[in-house]
């Protein structure tokens, strides 16, 4: 065993009986690189990456590698998900030195933390134009070695680059809803037809894209994001018989999947779906919502409380075989020929329609199998947002133990993973937090307690998103240039603060923390807190412009700050016949606090209508006369 031993992280545990001497990211490697004056080979990854999983079993088990490793570098292991900042630093610098990135990531760094060269997966012979692992190896340790000064100027040269990266100044172009039509109209030319979707093979699901086009709400957008709905669920990408969604899909027909199953994803496509089931009508659309949450709670539910990362794509080392089926397989399951799409190695994939009673017997008969490895620890970003689709969809499908997770879990995130002074923590797992939070943990988990609150109406959540959301202020805003860092000015000094504006595969830390400021700024009233937001949108409008469906969930955040001013303040029960009817439409830009009490500006005031629960609806906090009925609210 080394010294990953003792690892939080279930990827770092993977790696802890490695010939190789991995140490975790900490003073302990830069303290012996820099006694040995050895640089650090640092080694980025995630337990569901399936390339992560090549090189370990080729490279990292391989004693004559290792031994190299070891005479050579000190050798650090790290989980991109549990050090966001570190993984942002080694990704930008790899893409910066190579023009691609990509997981496993490998940098070598100066032992002060510089990265000087890097790359992705390293094949242990020559392979496809790639330089064997062995090669590089010996390579980058003898130009350390032999032309030291050349290296440590392009180590200072990278370190620079990536400081300054993120102080970009914001863009002085004014702000104005030419930028949406704009963006609309780049996203309808990347459409693809055929199967939905965006661009050709591989494809990924574009969850904030399909929320963008659902705000837009014109016939194009719409018939775009039906097809997209339509195609994404037809099967492969989406697991047929357990429901829930893969990662992406490697062929443009979203029938073959990359098999991984990744707690952000179903988060975001079952609010996608619940979103698109009130816009768009299809009751499929609510069948995929409650299969996929069913899924998320009955495979990714932890006994200490929270939702685990991920699923792996390997089940014994072979990718899908758990989720595909031989001939002989399906007609023991009682699976129709019709719905079986041939794979690889005489198995199938499942698509097409089966009943409920099929999906269960199916299911029933996949659960005896070997299962695929999962990630058990539970990150505050990505819980979040299954806090707000569990909460958000418990309300509109009135699933009473979908409420009660999404309460449970909240308090799962308000008290194991937070600390002592009410700041979040990262990540735990088996006990054990790994650090303390990012800003796309307030960020998430801000936007999730807000969904709850308009979903329980119980004032507890609100307040809470309101003390996190401005604590992320405090922690995470670039008072120079606007935005948000990704990393509070505590945080670990070797790793320069970054700043993460892309929305893709999830919402940026930026992007989210922007949406619940403008909600919150438009409860309370605080037109200074909306300014914070708007910072935000200044820096992406470049972006933006050059590609915006990687930037769709701040592309919602401007349809939302474009917008005018709309509140609903309920007193009484969220489940009253007023109550429901006022939050039955899907309307994002419009804010909701629900209470009896002064210490939330849309509520003061406000009280019960001759003893019955009373909606009112708000326009700049100039509110008409409170509803007591449904068919008053339609006046």
């Not at 969220?574 to 509520?603: H, K, Y």
Request: hydrophobic content about 40%.
């Amino acid at each position: 065993m080394n010294r990953l031993a003792g690892a939080t992280s279930p990827y770092l545990l993977q790696h802890a009986e490695n010939p190789v001497e991995w140490y975790e990211w900490g003073d302990e490697a830069f303290g012996r690189a820099q006694e040995e004056d050895k640089p650090l080979l640092v080694s980025v990854g995630y337990s569901s990456c399936h390339w992560c999983h090549v090189m370990a079993h080729e490279s990292f088990e391989d004693d004559a590698i290792a031994q190299l490793m070891n005479e050579l570098f000190v050798n650090v292991k790290v989980d991109r998900e549990e050090r966001p900042d570190v993984d942002a630093v080694t990704m930008e610098a790899t893409v910066g030195m190579t023009g691609s990135g990509g997981w496993p990531t490998t940098v070598f760094m100066t032992p002060e933390g510089k990265p000087f060269y890097a790359g992705t997966y390293f094949p242990p012979e020559p392979r496809h134009g790639l330089a064997s692992f062995r090669d590089v190896l010996k390579a980058v340790s003898r130009a350390w070695r032999e032309r030291r000064q050349d290296v440590e100027r392009q180590a200072s040269r990278i370190d620079e680059t990536l400081r300054q990266a993120a102080e970009v100044a914001p863009s002085q172009q004014p702000l104005t809803q030419t930028l949406l039509r704009e963006a609309a109209w780049e996203i309808a030319r990347t459409f693809e037809a055929s199967f939905g979707g965006f661009g050709h093979a591989p494809k990924f699901p574009a969850a904030s894209t399909l929320e963008f086009l659902l705000r837009r709400g014109d016939d194009e957008s719409l018939a775009i994001a039906t097809a997209t709905f339509d195609g994404m669920a037809a099967g492969g990408m989406y697991d047929i018989v357990g429901g829930g969604f893969h990662r992406y899909s490697v062929d443009e027909r979203w029938l073959v999947p990359h098999f991984e199953k990744m707690l952000y994803d179903n988060a975001l496509l079952a609010s996608a779906y619940l979103h698109g089931w009130v816009v768009i009508g299809k009751p499929r659309y609510r069948e995929i919502v409650e299969e996929t949450l069913d899924y998320v709670l009955r495979e990714l539910a932890l006994s200490e409380g929270g939702l685990a990362s991920a699923q792996d794509a390997d089940t014994d080392g072979v990718e899908g075989l758990t989720y595909t089926w031989t001939a002989e397989e399906a007609e023991a399951a009682g699976l129709p020929r019709e719905v079986l799409e041939p794979f690889e190695d005489g198995r199938a994939i499942v698509r097409g329609e089966l009943s409920a009673a099929a999906r269960a017997q199916a299911l029933e008969v996949r659960s005896q199998r070997a299962q695929p490895f999962r990630d058990d620890k539970a990150i505050a970003s990505w819980n979040g947002l299954a806090l707000a689709a569990l909460a958000e969809a418990g309300f509109r499908l009135e699933r009473d133990d979908w409420l009660e997770a999404a309460r449970s879990l909240a308090s799962f995130l308000l008290g194991p993973l937070s600390d002592s002074d009410g700041r979040l923590l990262r990540s735990r797992r088996a006990g054990w937090s790994s650090g303390t939070g990012f800003l796309d943990d307030y960020a998430n988990v801000a936007f999730g307690l807000l969904e709850l609150h308009a979903a329980t109406g119980e004032l507890r959540w609100l307040l809470e998103a309101n003390r996190l959301a401005r604590l992320a202020v405090e922690l995470f805003a670039d008072e120079q240039n606007g935005g948000f860092f990704l990393s509070s000015p505590e945080a670990d000094g070797r790793v320069p603060r970054t700043k993460d504006l892309q929305d893709t595969p999830v919402p940026s830390g930026n992007s989210m923390l922007a949406a619940v400021l403008m909600r919150l700024a438009r409860i309370w009233g605080d037109d200074p807190l909306e300014q914070q937001a708007v910072s935000v949108f200044r820096l992406v409008e470049p972006h933006v412009r050059r590609a915006p469906g990687a930037f769709a969930w701040a592309l919602c955040g401007l349809e939302f700050w474009f917008s005018t001013p709309h509140e609903i303040a309920i007193v009484g029960p969220v489940s009253s016949p007023v109550a429901r009817a006022a939050l039955a439409p899907f309307q994002p830009n419009t804010v909701v606090a629900v209470g009896q009490t002064d210490e939330v500006p849309l509520l003061e005031g406000k009280g019960l209508v001759d003893g019955m629960p009373a909606v009112y609806v708000c326009e700049r906090f100039v509110c008409k006369r409170p509803a007591t009925e449904p068919e008053e609210l339609r006046a």
